[in-house]
């Protein structure tokens, strides 16, 4: 039993590891108007628990960290692992997977990280930290926006085209993956009617 938990595990994590760096890789060479580093951290996350995402992102970032942005860039850390919480949290109900949950772990995950990143680059460097997030934020200024406004909105740009690859990607991964690497499981619903129903 022990042995298929963390071979459960082990091939889950090492697939969101996988799409994280991958997705990245492939945002970063073709110049995309997106991070696309979130995905295997929401994957695991929907498929295991949040936990098992926040181990992901954490991998990510500290790669990420060393190996393209300045070491200080862990802090955004922050954003992946409110990924994880939100899609790991928001996408269960009574321990199984609920797809109509979707689309409201999507907008509060892209608002609240949109904000969160603004926050964190105003903090950290007082600028924004790619070139299509230059762009965005130019847009927003020439519009008048305050400059954290700004910011967030640049980031949310970004943010939105990485949450729709999320939105379309993972209910596929998720599909074909094995019932028995999925961590979803019927809980006992407990009323004053019916003490040991479950759903």
Not at 1 to 26: D, E, Q, S
Request: aromatic share 14%.
């Amino acid at each position: 039993m022990k042995n298929r938990t963390f071979r459960k595990y082990a091939v889950i994590m090492l697939i969101g590891i996988a799409l994280n760096l991958g997705l990245y890789w492939i945002a970063h060479v073709f110049h995309l108007p997106a991070w696309l580093d979130t995905t295997g951290t929401a994957f695991a996350a929907v498929t295991l628990e949040p936990t098992a995402g926040l181990v992901i992102g954490y991998i990510t970032n500290l790669f990420e960290s060393n190996a393209v942005y300045a070491s200080n860039s862990i802090v955004y850390y922050a954003i992946t692992a409110l990924c994880a919480l939100l899609f790991g949290l928001l996408m269960r109900k009574n321990g199984k997977i609920s797809w109509k949950r979707l689309p409201l772990a999507s907008v509060i995950y892209i608002v609240m990280s949109a904000f969160l990143s603004a926050a964190i680059s105003l903090w950290r460097t007082g600028v924004t930290n790619s070139g299509w997030e230059q762009k965005f934020f130019e847009i927003a200024r020439a519009n008048n926006m305050p400059v954290f406004i700004s910011m967030a909105f640049a980031a949310g740009v970004l943010k939105t085209a990485d949450t729709i690859v999320m939105c379309v990607l993972i209910p596929i991964l998720y599909k074909v993956v094995p019932k028995d690497y999925k961590n979803e499981y019927y809980k006992e619903n407990l009323t004053w009617k019916s003490p040991f129903a479950v759903k």
